[in-house]
């Protein structure tokens, strides 16, 4: 079965500092993958995604994933984090057939100024 | 965000009566998508629709049904609301039918069943 693992439920990087949030997905073949970001009180903003081709992706905000197969994951990270970017991270999964996502649990981001 | 639009934000309602949540688009965008989100769940898929009177179950369908009587418009009821569905609530829409351009999603309804 599909499944997304964020093993980091709440992380907390001072201003400045670099980041990276883990995500390991389980899915029979190479799935699209996924990074959202959710501001307090907001939907889910899409911030990079990977179909196939350079397994480093860059995203919105200064984010980048990439994507690892053999560890069947795709870690988001940033070189310098800025106090706006406080907010849930979810990453998922979705079939290539189906459109069928699965969004893991979340990583909490707080950032000290 | 623009062009995704979720009514109620917020709502407050009694066990066992009926709920209707509303998800609009002017981005006439085909696939549309409901989706419940729970503190260590994440999202979770309830109904999705690839167009006007096609719709589909997903993950966590049970309680819940759908309508798509128009591009613009998927509506989400809950047949007898149970404390269980108390949640934040999402529509999403996409451009294609395989998800590979992900969602734009809504801004959400916050449902409490009391």
Known sequence: AQSVTQPDIHITVSEGASLELRCNYSYGATPYLFWYVQSPGQGLQLLLKYFSGDTLVQGIKGFEAEFKRSQSSFNLRKPSVHWSDAAEYFCAVGARVGNQFYFGTGTSLTVIP | ?114
Request: glycine share 12%; net charge neutral.
């Open chain 2, 1 to 114: 965000d623009a062009g995704i639009t979720q009514s109620p934000r917020h709502k407050v309602t009694e066990t066992g009566t009926p709920v209707t949540l509303r998800c609009h688009q002017t981005e006439n965008h085909r696939y549309m998508y409901w989706y419940r989100q729970d503190p260590g769940h994440g999202l979770r898929l309830i109904h999705y629709s690839y167009g006007v009177k096609d719709t589909d179950k997903g993950e966590v369908s049970d309680g819940y049904s759908v309508s798509r009587s128009k591009t613009e418009d998927f509506l989400l009821t809950l047949e007898s609301a149970t404390s269980s569905q108390t949640s934040v609530y999402f529509c999403a829409i996409s451009t294609d039918r395989d998800g590979g351009g992900g969602y734009t999603f809504g801004s959400g309804t916050r449902l409490t069943v009391v």
